[in-house]
Nanobody, 119 residues
Framework: TVQLVESGGGEVQAGGSLRLSCVASGAISSINYLGWFRQAPGEEREKVASISTDGSSTKYDDSVKGRFTISLDNDDKITVSLQMNSLKPEDTAMYYC???????????WGQGTQVTVSS
């Protein structure tokens, strides 16, 4: 199986920045994509950004394009980071790291890290 552990959440004022990190361990050779999702209270979980584990492909939700950057670091573990700039109060949510294989659902999830942006 795969374990995903997030870190880096916190509280910041609007316009500020935060960097989230997620370390993937275990059967990481079985993962082809890693992504960041978020869920605000009373809202559906939404995908914010994703990246292929070879780093060749990235995708962003329109709401974060130009503000968030997803990146990958492959050593003996895989670390996927989300640099979040120009944060807005509507970015406030629990952020989750997730992983999946080609053609599969997002089956692997971290425990989440809270991001709060105050106005």
């Amino acid at each position: 199986t795969v374990q995903l552990v997030e870190s880096g959440g916190g509280e910041v004022q609007a316009g500020g920045s935060l960097r989230l990190s997620c370390v993937a361990s275990g059967a990481i050779s079985s993962i082809n994509y890693l992504g960041w999702f978020r869920q605000a209270p009373g809202e559906e979980r939404e995908k914010v950004a994703s990246i292929s584990t070879d780093g060749s492909s990235t995708k962003y939700d329109d709401s974060v394009k130009g503000r968030f950057t997803i990146s990958l670091d492959n050593d003996d573990k895989i670390t996927v980071s989300l640099q979040m700039n120009s944060l807005k109060p509507e970015d406030t949510a629990m952020y989750y790291c997730a992983g999946r294989r080609w053609g599969d659902q997002w089956n692997y999830w971290g425990q989440g890290t809270q991001v709060t942006v105050s106005s």
